[in-house]
């Protein structure tokens, strides 16, 4: 399987990012209600629950990572990532297991 990275957006809005580091597992949930996204997933960490979403705009996604609309039907209804990099305005995972 190709490696797929993805960004973690929206920490700022919870508990931002400077607790994160690399190596650490993220469990990502589809959200299918979300009346914003219809792709939305939400990113998780055990002991605190949600820590931001996939980014899904061309102004959050990073790099060349995929979006949440490019991951959605990648996986059902729940995946692990484990984070990569910690950049200024997000943070870089890879996906593991879908």
Known sequence: MKKI??????????????????????????????QYDAEAIRVMLKGLGQIGYVANSTHTVKGESWS??????????????????LLPDGVLCRLEKM
């Open 5 to 34: 990275y993805f960004t973690i957006t929206g920490t700022n809005y919870r508990y931002g990012h400077d607790f994160l580091e690399p190596g650490m597992k993220v469990k990502l949930e589809k959200e299918p209600d979300n």
């Open 68 to 85: 949440a609309g490019r991951m959605y039907d990648r996986f059902g209804k729940k995946a692990v990532g484990t984070v990569k990099y």
